[in-house]
C-alpha cells in the first residue's frame, strides 16, 4: 500500500519581534497560524540582543501548536520552508551545540567604534583608492562598490569581531576548532537537524556583509581586515534545496526542510517582484526598501546593499537594498509615552491636526543607514514651541517614515540606474492609512499595493 500523499506546507517566519507558523494547502490558502512574541534583551544602551534558548522553544511551540489548530500530525507536511530576520547572529560550541552568547541583533550597534577605526583605517583607505582606480579604467560594479567601502554595524563583520574580541569561550572554541557561527535560519536548521546540519542560503549570507556578490563567493578582503575565520560559517545551499529533515523525535515524523529565505528576499519572491524595476518597501519593525536588478548585482556609492534574492537550480537574482533601522519600534515607543493607547489610532490621531506645527522627528534610535551611513546617530525632535500638543507629535513621527521612505526610493532609483517599474508595501505599518498616505503624496504616485502584514514566501 502507497504511504498518503502529504499535501500541506508548514511554514516559519521568524521575525524580529515575533515568530510565527503557518500551515498552506497545495492551493496556498492558510488552513492555520500560530505567533508568539520573541522578548528583545537590551542589556546597555546600543545593544539588542535575543536569547536563541527562547527562540528554539518558541519554533518548536509554534509549528506544535499550528499542527493542532490544523489539526494535522507531521506525517501530512510535505515540507518546511523558513523565512527570517537577516543578520542576527549567534555562535556555539560545535561538540555540545550551546551558544556562546545571546543573539546579537541587526539592530546591535555595540560594534560601531569598531566600524568607526576600520573605515578610518590605511587598509580601508587603500582599498578604497585601489578600488577606485580600478574601476576608472574596467568601468565594473564591483570595483565602484569598492571605492565607497564603509563597514557598518547593520552587518555581521563588525558585531562578530566584537565577540571574538570581547567572549572568552568564543576565543577559546576559536584555538580549538569548536566553534560555529549561524544566523537565525542556520541557528534553526541546525537545532531542527539534530545539530546534522549546518548550512545557509545565499540570501542570507547575501544580508550579512561576509559575501561577496560580485563573484558569488566570501568576502575574503573583508573578512581579512576584520580577522574573521571562515572555517566557522556554514555551507551556502540554493535557496530552494535540501536542508536535511527534522528530527522524527521533535514532532512525532521526519518533515524536509526544503526551503530557506531571509524575509525581505522572501517578500519580494511572495509579492511576485520578479522584474527588473519592482520595489518592494517592508515597514515593519525596520524599513528596507528593495529594488529588483535582475541578474547582476549593482553597485551604490551611498551604502545602499546589493543582495542575492534567490537562488534556485541556474537562476539567481539581484536586488539593490536601502534600509531605515526604526519604524515598528518607533511607534511602540510612542505606546509607551503615553501617545496613544492603542497603536491603531495613531492614524486618526495624526490626521486630526493640518499639519506638525513645525515639529520634525528624525527616527535614528539606531544610527542612520543609507544614504547617511551614521551609525552613531540619535533620534530627534525639533522645532518645539508651546502650541505643540500631542496630536502634531504623532503626527511628525508617521511622517518622519514617509521622509525616510522618499529618501531611500530616491537614493535607490539613483544608485541602480534603473527605472522602477512598480512598488509594493508590506510589514504592520503599512496598515497605517496615515502613513500611507503619506508615502503617496511624497513618492509621487497614484496608489501603492499595500499587501498583508508579514508576506512569506514559500518554495516548493
Known sequence: MEPPIRKYILSIDTGTTNIRAIIFDQNLTIIARAVEEIPLIKPRPGWVEQDPHVVWEQCQRVIKHVLHLATLSARDVACIGIANQRGTFVTWDRRTGKPFHNFITWQDVRAAQICELRNSSMAIKGIQGVSSLAHFFTRKPRFLAASVLGINTIHVPPRLAWVLDNVPEVKQARESNDLMFGTIDTWLVHNLTSGRVHATDYS????????????????????????????????????????????????????????????????????????????????????????????????????????????????????????????????????????????????????????????????????????HNDPTARGLLIGMTSNVKKPHVVRAILESFGYRCKELIDTIRNDSQTEIRSIKADGGVSRNDFVMQVCLLLLRIRSLCTLCPSPLSVYL
Open 204 to 371: 542570507n549570507i547575501s544580508s550579512t556583509g561576509l559575501y561577496d556578490p560580485y563573484i558569488l563567493g566570501h568576502n575574503a578582503v573583508l573578512m581579512g581586515i576584520m580577522n574573521l575565520p571562515k572555517e566557522i560559517l556554514p555551507s551556502i545551499m540554493d535557496t530552494a534545496g535540501s536542508f536535511g529533515e527534522c528530527s522524527p523525535e521533535l514532532f512525532g515524523h521526519p518533515i524536509p526542510i526544503t526551503a530557506v529565505c531571509a524575509d525581505q528576499q522572501a517578500a519580494l519572491f511572495g509579492e511576485c517582484c520578479f522584474q527588473r524595476g519592482d520595489v518592494k518597501i517592508t515597514l515593519g519593525t525596520g524599513c528596507f526598501v528593495d529594488i529588483m536588478t535582475g541578474s547582476r548585482p549593482m553597485a551604490s556609492t551611498h551604502g545602499m546593499y546589493p543582495l542575492v534574492t534567490w537562488k534556485i537550480k541556474d537562476e539567481i537574482s539581484f536586488a539593490l537594498e536601502g534600509s531605515s533601522s526604526a519604524v515598528g519600534t518607533v511607534i511602540d515607543w510612542g505606546t509607551g509615552l503615553d501617545l496613544y493607547d492603542d497603536v491603531s489610532k495613531s492614524s486618526d490621531i495624526a490626521s486630526s491636526v493640518p499639519n506638525s506645527c513645525g515639529l520634525v522627528f528624525v527616527p535614528a534610535f539606531s544610527g542612520l543607514s543609507s544614504p
